[in-house]
């Protein structure tokens, strides 16, 4: 709670510093907010472990609250403040940050300077990859098979509700590696189309107090750089949108680590757990691209990504001393080397009058680190894909209804679903949604 008063002290007083020494020249002073709320109800049908007590129903919700300040000088320069609290039950809490100083209630908060050349921030948000990122479009925001933010799969091994993602399996296309961390932003103008966005992140934090220290904890990931290059256009009725990213950082302090593969012995198939070979957590890197176009109601596209974040989800700073690893305690979230994950999704969707109907597809593949089995390098993958279905009715301005069913299906190195490893399920999932935004 420290470092959030200081955020929000620093920022305001940076704004009114600006203000108060620009008061001459400023010409409008300006507040605005908004935010939205998601409410999901789910029926749920996923293979579960004998005696483990897997929900057969579940609930998500989530609140996003904004507000910003600004001034616009005479000169036409804006600036600001923006910060974004966020208020989420723990099933929507997937696709949320490992990383420290991510604090449970503040979601972004940064100050920004805006003219004709382009725009300046700095602060805690995400990364030019993310940001103007193009993916399969969809009906709902929150139930999606990409990246999504209500996520009620349930891992049978664990006796309270933890998502499940076998080996870190995480489907989402979008390069999320530096999260909402602080880091400093540039947007440029969007000419002929082309808008080109660069960000650094000078470390995975999303206070203040690690920036200015030179200590280094075991495969912290660092210095991560991004740059995306965004085309948009309307031409004879379509739009369309294209993007590609790229992202890559440092492993400020690497070391040398083991991790636990669970997998059929060669001899016999039985299921035991194996230690990977020794290996360096390498140096972040991923890369991306997507598309998408709209005509007439239909919107189609959708998107790839490749990274060597074992897992596809987020980097993971669990802020531990040496000599265990910050960044590869666990598989998930650990940067491998000659170990990579590819995802890619698409979709279509179309809107007429109150209603949307849409169909999405994600596939994972991701490679695990090899292994000795009895003289032999195993080299084993862990594979997803969901398909999805949905229907959107907007019952008034601001408020929304969503119908969906979702299919899920792993397949990891086991096989299969005991107690001695679950990496391999199928799952339905339908659900229910309300969506209200203001203002």
Not at 217 to 240: C, R, T
Request: charged content about 20%.
């Amino acid at each position: 709670m420290r470092e959030i008063r200081q955020l929000l002290l620093g920022g305001a007083a940076v704004l009114g510093a600006l203000a108060l020494g620009l008061q001459a020249s400023a010409e409008e002073y300006g507040f605005d907010y908004g935010g939205y709320v998601n409410f999901s109800g789910y029926g749920v049908d996923q293979d579960s472990v004998p005696g483990s007590d897997v929900q057969d129903f579940g609930f998500a919700a989530d609140a996003h609250v904004r507000g910003r300040a600004k001034v616009i000088l005479d000169d036409g320069i804006e600036l600001g403040v923006r910060a974004q609290l966020r208020f989420e039950s723990d099933e929507a809490r997937f696709s949320d940050d490992s990383i420290r100083g991510a604090p449970r209630i503040l979601d972004k908060f940064f100050i920004y300077g805006q003219h004709a050349f382009g725009r300046l921030s700095i602060g805690d948000d995400y990364g030019a990859a993310e940001q103007s990122g193009i993916f399969a479009p969809v009906v709902s925001e929150a139930n999606r098979v990409d990246n999504p933010r209500h996520y009620i799969l349930q891992d049978p091994l664990r006796p309270s509700f933890t998502p499940y993602a076998p080996n870190g399996a995480h489907l989402r296309t979008d390069l999320n590696a530096s999260g909402e961390a602080f880091k400093i932003m540039y947007a440029s103008p969007r000419l002929i189309g082309v808008e080109i966005d660069v960000s650094y992140m000078p470390e995975l934090t999303r206070g203040l107090n690690d920036l200015f220290n030179n200590e280094h904890e075991l495969d912290e990931q660092s210095n991560i750089w991004e740059a995306n290059l965004s085309y948009q256009k309307s031409l004879g009725g379509f739009d369309f949108g294209a993007y590609a990213g790229y992202l890559t950082g440092k492993n400020e302090h690497p070391s040398v680590r083991m991790l636990q593969i669970i997998a059929p012995r060669l001899s016999d198939g039985a299921i035991l757990p194996f230690s990977s070979n020794l290996f360096t957590p390498d140096d972040v890197q991923e890369y991306g691209a997507g598309a998408q176009v709209a005509y007439e109601g239909f919107k189609v596209g959708g998107s790839w990504r490749h990274t060597n974040i074992a897992g596809g989800g987020p980097l993971r700073d669990d802020n531990v001393s040496p000599p265990a690893s910050t960044g590869c305690g666990q598989l998930g979230g650990c940067v491998l080397p000659n170990a990579d994950t590819e995802i890619w999704s698409a979709g279509v969707t179309y809107e007429t009058g109150p209603w949307q109907f849409g169909v999405n597809y994600a596939n994972l593949t991701e490679q695990l680190p090899p292994f000795l089995d009895a003289g032999v390098t195993r080299h084993l993958t862990q594979n997803g894909e969901a398909w999805q279905g949905t229907v959107g009715y907007e019952i008034a301005n601001g408020v929304d209804l969503y119908a969906g069913y979702q299919r899920y299906s792993f397949s990891g190195p086991t096989g299969g679903c005991s107690l001695a490893a679950c990496d391999s399920l199928q799952a339905d999932v339908g659900f229910l949604q309300t969506a209200i935004s203001f203002p």
